[in-house]
């Protein structure tokens, strides 16, 4: 299936012991690219789940954030370094005594010194690493949810901006013979229009040779053969529903060069029109291309 780049995702688990909360945002990105909001306590944990992440996208920009909060303080595994504690205070009480001064310890300065505290990781609850890895999934198939959405709506209207495409393509080549006739008539006139004023003689079998053959390079028959083609590619990239934003881009890009080759041929207005309206859609189909995976 089709994706969209673009997507949000949730999950909540409550529990008597934590409460666990997951955000998962992403919008389009040339390539896969994981930014990871979650308490450093855990960070060990993060190459597990960037490897469940990687199986539900292959590009984008996308940011997970985890709050999580621990119902029951046992569980964080937070130690005192009391040994130390007492080493500092025996060594400034010490210090206290032989410079006179008075000295009366606030223990509340320990709680603003990170060093003192230690966090014990490799004892983490196993059911509060299952509970983390199973919501995370539930948030990560929710934003799947949401990218598979948007990625529909996105293939509907590239579907039917590709109708009118179709219909543009067939009316350019119902006028491209015109193009090219219409080039031989005008250099003709023009010409004619010359030698006549300069009164020369010109040989008349060579003449319209030449003018074929100018009239031949403002061909567009081939571009729009072309163009077709790059169409029906499209059509079966949308019938096919996988990862097609790349392959979509680029062929959108081949369909580019063609209609800009016809619009620089055309000696037609209508045919102009049409080219100008062609891009037009084109480019609508690009920025709708640019969010899919």
Excluded at 16 to 40: A, M
Excluded at 166 to 181: I, M, R, V, W
Excluded at 186 to 210: A, C, F, P, V, Y
Aim: aromatic share 6%.
């Amino acid at each position: 299936m089709a994706m969209s780049m673009t997507g949000y995702g949730s999950e909540v688990l409550n529990t008597e012991s934590w409460t666990i909360s997951w955000e998962i945002k992403s919008v389009n990105s040339r390539y896969l690219d994981l930014k990871w909001r979650i308490p450093h306590t855990l960070y060990f944990l993060q190459g597990k789940w960037e490897k469940k992440l990687r199986s539900f996208a292959s590009r984008g920009r996308v940011d997970i954030s985890l709050n999580l909060r621990i119902h029951d303080p046992e569980i964080l595994g937070i130690t005192f370094d009391q040994t130390m504690a007492k080493a500092m205070l025996s060594q400034l009480d010490d210090f206290s005594q032989s410079s006179g001064f008075d000295f009366t310890p606030d223990l509340n300065l320990f709680l603003k010194s990170p060093s003192m505290w230690q966090e014990d990781k490799t004892n983490l609850s196993a059911q509060l690493e299952d509970d983390l890895e199973k919501s995370l999934i539930n948030a990560l198939k929710s934003w799947n949810e949401s990218r598979k959405n948007e990625g529909d709506l996105l293939l509907n209207d590239i579907s039917e901006r590709l109708d009118i495409l179709k219909n543009l393509s067939s009316k350019l080549q119902e006028l491209a013979p015109d193009n090219t006739q219409l080039r031989f008539n005008d250099l003709k006139q023009r010409l004619g229009k010359l030698t006549e004023e300069l009164s020369l003689e010109i040989d008349e079998n060579r003449l319209l040779q030449e003018l074929t053959i100018m009239a031949d390079r403002l061909d567009v028959s081939e571009e729009i053969t072309r163009l077709k083609a790059h169409l029906g590619s499209i059509e079966e990239l949308l019938d096919k529903h996988v990862e097609i934003g790349r392959k979509l881009d680029f062929i959108l890009q081949e369909a580019f060069r063609e209609i800009n080759t016809c619009a620089n041929k055309c000696q037609n207005t209508l045919m102009s029109r049409i080219a100008v309206d062609f891009k037009a859609e084109l480019e609508k189909c690009r920025e709708q291309t640019q969010n899919l995976e």
